[in-house]
């Protein structure tokens, strides 16, 4: 079986999964507004996800030689900066922590972000990140109001600073108070635009990673604008002779 097939079947197994877990989540999305075309952000968001993301998510269908011709790096900037597995330059993006390890800290290895994108959408991982809070009845402390009791902890609060939750009154059916707004009541290490930035440079990041061959379809995707209208003008022209006798 090829790698097409592979990819193909994990996007609809995570489709399916992702049906059944929306229906737990909560929480409206923000609009992330990144923007695959902007190298810049897709490099910062590389270093973020390496520096904060990587230790316990994979990016499997991704190799490091692949990420550094897309994002313009080169093979020993990405080797030096961005692996920190020890893994070769045409190998996938793994993880190094055990497995055991990570059964023992979140109850099961977390999952590989490749698809994440393509399955739910940039939006939803960028009000994802952008909506841990501080909970003392989870086990790791925080919680999340996109997808409620997320077993994992915030990864950007130094940058984001500690967030708080403001609650209603309880449900009367399930006793549940609803989450009417969040405040970071600590401040982190970046402002509340540079961490805006942060997140949505590492949503754009998650993008491309999801399908990396998308940064060159709208680069193709130029060309042929441009080729469509050259083949209209001429097509009009030979339009507009052929009927010249006609008339």
Same mark, same amino acid.
């Given at each position: ?183 970071? %009541?600590? =401040? +982190?290490?970046?402002? $509340?635009?540079?961490?805006? #930035? ?6 754009? *990041? /998650? %993008?491309? =990673? +999801?399908?990396?061959? $998308?940064?060159?379809?709208? #680069? ?6 441009? *080729? /469509? ?19």
């Amino acid at each position: 079986m090829t790698d097409t097939w592979i990819v193909r079947l994990a996007c609809v197994a995570a489709l399916l999964f992702s049906g059944m877990a929306s229906a737990a989540g909560g929480g409206s999305l923000m609009q992330a507004g990144n923007d695959l075309g902007d190298r810049a952000s897709l490099q910062r968001g590389a270093q973020a996800y390496m520096n904060y993301c990587s230790g316990c998510h994979s990016l499997k269908y991704l190799r490091y030689s692949r990420m550094a011709e897309d994002l313009g790096l080169s093979e020993e900037e990405v080797m030096a900066h961005l692996n920190f597995t020890g893994a070769a330059v045409g190998e996938p993006i793994q993880v190094s922590m055990p497995k055991e390890q990570a059964e023992k800290w979140f109850g099961k290895m977390p999952p590989d972000l490749s698809l994440t994108a393509r399955v739910r959408g940039s939006d939803w991982i960028y009000s994802y990140l952008k909506s841990f809070y501080l909970d003392e009845s989870r086990p790791l402390g925080w919680n999340n109001t996109v997808f409620p009791n997320a077993s994992m902890p915030n990864p950007l609060w130094q940058q984001q600073g500690l967030q708080h939750a403001a609650f209603g009154e309880p449900d009367a059916s399930t006793g549940e108070r609803p989450v009417l707004g969040l405040k970071v %009541e600590s =401040a +982190g290490t970046q402002s $509340a635009q540079e961490f805006d #930035q942060t997140v949505r440079d590492i949503t754009n *990041f /998650l %993008e491309y =990673a +999801g399908e990396p061959a $998308a940064i060159k379809r709208q #680069q193709l995707g130029v060309w042929v604008i441009l *080729f /469509l209208a050259l083949l209209t003008f001429l097509a009009y022209l030979v339009k507009k002779e052929y009927w010249k006798d006609v008339h």
